[in-house]
């Protein structure tokens, strides 16, 4: 688009980039590096940059501009550069304008007093005490959503906070078919035999971890001139440039797999960043889609790449070469200390399997939350009757149920589904990759993990936020996702016959 | 002072802080931490930070608000908080708003190619493809020199944009007691017998490097819940917030002591930044005042108390722990291992004994410079016959010679003499410190360096930007820096009789 305005929003988007990657700094290396006395500084420097963020992008003028864009669009092809950059600018300059000023200031009040009552409750295993302030979050975000606006549920403009276009009823009807199959799936699989654990016990070097690591890193793609891999507390992955892609993980010294599969994790995420288009860098169309797409591809690395025999073909001898202990095992068990089923009450220590019935019990809560079918007094008890009937487990105190996560406490609701429509990405795009291209296979079986980048690179990096979520995976998958590929690939892992 | 003028100032003040911080974490981490195809971006990054800062800062209503507090001052003390701050906002400003903006871009422009031909000639030892851009850079400093103004000598305009207030006839003085005496001084210290590198030489781990130099950084009071020490290839000292200090240093692997000293060196630096009042952060009177009252932190805890014998006496057993093959030194021979004289032609690698002449014919080639007694072309001759006069030998090649620095490539006319300051006023001071509290000697004597540092907190550190350098220096001292404290302190040093 050649108008005026438009190399306005053009320049305005770089901008803020270039400020939003200073915070995205000062955030990673508060994980990374700062020590403790920084904190109340670096906590006012990040809040100045977001206001900062804030003010800039809400400008009038900005308005204008956008406006003057879409009265200008005339014979714009819809799937032009400019027409996805201009659909995205105004998407989210209505979310950051339509929020009166003290609703935004209220809701960042509540925020951080919620933030130490659920810390405090979560510790004294106390929901009453985080109740109060979690009413007021629900309120506040009931409010929002009023404010964005939405067609059919009020929960679906949450939803679309985290995955642009989903909503409730979409995502209910893809998670019923997965429960369906999953419930008896999870039964089955947590009933096989468990691995011996004591075969992979062994005081693994922390050296040893990091170079092994970076090997594997290195053979799937990350390009470690374009990044770097650091310890944090937790792992995560931040991008702070076109070409500066950070991942962190963290060390057990008794078991290598807990920051390999959190390397693989991360550098999922990584190759994504760095798939992205470098000359759109800083626009709509360079930036990763969503939550729900990005996670598809943190988890396609880790778990159908990493975890897969084939994986382990490759890779044991070299591991063996690191931890000589690993010697002894053979492929098969080895891919199977790696899939392992259990049921357990903590969402982020649950395997591949029994993950997604951590994450459906969340948007089933949520939904009726927003729905008003569910009071916040009675949230502990219908938390534990839904979780004894997915997992079949009592729920012995609120700590190991409705206070296990920081995401209520932030206001952050809506969040949770992206992590199954993660696995269910991942899944849906691993099988159509695999049936258009040949070369995958033979490349995972070789240790040649090109094909499989490369299709992901055409496909879902280099697209951007050229399309909604949904439609650039069914896109390059050929068809929209189901659960279909994601319960076929969970019973290929995890049922050993 | 109350007025609302004076509160917009110190806020104004206060974000500029922050941004300016954000802006060294960016360059911090370039150093430290970026993979190297990050560097096109984060340098696009540093740009849009220092011309953010530049134009808030330079905007009319600050000089407005400036005027308004001067009109306003009444009976204000001098000696104030408030009279402090305005004296230093209203120098800042005037040093930001006296340039005409084509002056600032040619400067930048000249400064980048300038860069760059330095690099070049540096590399081929060729001064000639350095000295047109050199010409040019002096006339741009010239014409900034006229800009800013002066009062006796143009070069006092540049100096006093490196070390607030000083003069070329203060300097000039000072430094001519200084070299009368330390051209025999170095001539008999060189003529020393040299100390057997071989009895220090051994594989030095660096992890233990790293462990030992924590230890004695901790010692002498660097606080490492407000800072850390990293690795890079040049050491450096950076403030990024006022509990947030970085340092780095390198290593080699055959010799503790280079990045020992590193270490101790840039804790000097760390130390002042910690010793900064808090509740001022972010206003001058929370600033460090100049770079040679910056420097006289480094170089005392580096080479007043770290090359000491009282420092080894107490170390020594310590170091044998983790290097043993310390065990087999006395202190007297680990001493003067630490301060040896030896005249060479660079630099950056010179000891404490030359250092300062290497320092002096920089300041005088400068002085002379911008008295317009010395053409471009003839500095190289120029620079050798001096070199021959001051250090007794023949300069091989520029590169070796008026190559070596990268300082003139960046148009940092004046910056040399304060490394030349530092010296001194480490030497006034610590004489000063030690005559006025006998706890200081029986301190240092047992390994307990509060006495010291106490005395630094309260005389350098604590007043910030209160008064100007000189006037600083000799408060704290009780009368003005000469040569004679650092003569001293060489010749006890260096002479081993």
């Known amino acids: 688009m050649n108008h005026p305005a438009y190399q306005k929003l053009v320049d305005l988007s770089n901008e803020l980039k270039l400020l939003s990657d200073a915070a995205g700094l000062l955030s990673w290396d508060q994980e990374v590096n700062m020590a403790k006395k920084g904190v109340g500084y670096r906590a006012r420097q990040m809040a100045w940059f977001s206001g900062e963020y804030h003010a800039r992008f809400t400008a009038p003028e900005v308005g204008d501009w956008i406006s003057e864009c879409e009265e200008n669009v005339g014979d714009l092809d819809p799937e032009s550069d400019s027409a996805a950059n201009l659909r995205e600018w105004r998407h989210g300059y209505d979310r950051e304008t339509k929020l009166p000023a003290d609703l935004v200031t209220e809701f960042a009040r509540v925020r951080s007093l919620a933030h130490e009552s659920w810390a405090e409750a979560r510790e004294k295993s106390e929901f009453t005490h985080f109740a109060p302030d979690l009413e007021k979050l629900i309120g506040l975000c009931k409010q929002q959503a009023e404010c964005w606006g939405y067609e059919d549920k009020l929960y679906d403009a949450l939803l679309d906070k985290y995955e642009r276009g989903s909503t409730t009823a979409e995502i209910t009807a893809v998670f019923a078919d997965l429960k ?113 797409v990005h996670e598809s591809q943190s988890r396609l690395w880790e778990n159908q790449v990493g975890r897969s025999p084939e994986f382990w073909d490759r890779w044991l001898p070299k591991a063996a070469e690191y931890f000589p202990n690993l010697a002894e095992l053979s492929v098969e068990e080895m891919t199977r200390a790696c899939n392992q089923a259990e049921r357990s009450f903590i969402r982020v220590e649950a395997d591949e399997v029994t993950y997604d019935l951590h994450i459906m019990l969340r948007f089933e809560m949520e939904s009726a939350i927003f729905n008003d079918e569910l009071p916040v007094a009675e949230i502990p008890a219908e938390w534990n009757r839904r979780f004894k009937e997915s997992f079949g487990l009592e729920v012995d105190n609120d700590s190991n149920g409705c206070l296990q996560d920081i995401h209520w406490s932030m206001g952050g609701f809506g969040y949770f589904p992206t992590y199954s429509l993660g696995n269910l990405n991942a899944s849906h795009l691993f099988k159509a990759a695999k049936s258009q291209d040949s070369e995958i296979e033979t490349g995972l079986a070789n240790g040649n993990y090109t094909p499989l980048l490369q299709w992901m690179r055409t496909r879902i990096h280099e697209p951007g936020s050229r399309f909604l979520p949904k439609d650039l995976v069914e896109r390059a998958a050929g068809s929209p996702v189901t659960a279909d590929a994601h319960l076929a690939h969970l019973r290929s892992r995890y049922l050993f016959g």
């Open 180 to 292: 369906k199959e999953l419930v008896p799936l999870v039964e089955e699989a947590c009933s096989q035999e468990p691995f011996d654990p004591v075969k992979v016990g062994a005081d693994y070097s922390i050296e040893k971890q990091q170079a092994f690591n970076r090997e594997v890193a290195e053979a799937v793609g990350f390009d470690f001139e374009a990044g770097r891999i650091d310890t944090a507390v937790h792992p995560f992955c931040t991008g702070l440039g076109p070409l500066d892609t950070r991942l962190t993980t963290r060390y057990m010294k008794s078991d290598f797999r807990s920051s390999l599969y959190g390397v693989l994790h991360e550098t999922g995420h990584g190759l994504y960043d760095q798939g992205l288009r470098e000359e759109d860098y800083g626009l709509p169309i360079g930036d990763a889609v969503s939550l729900g």
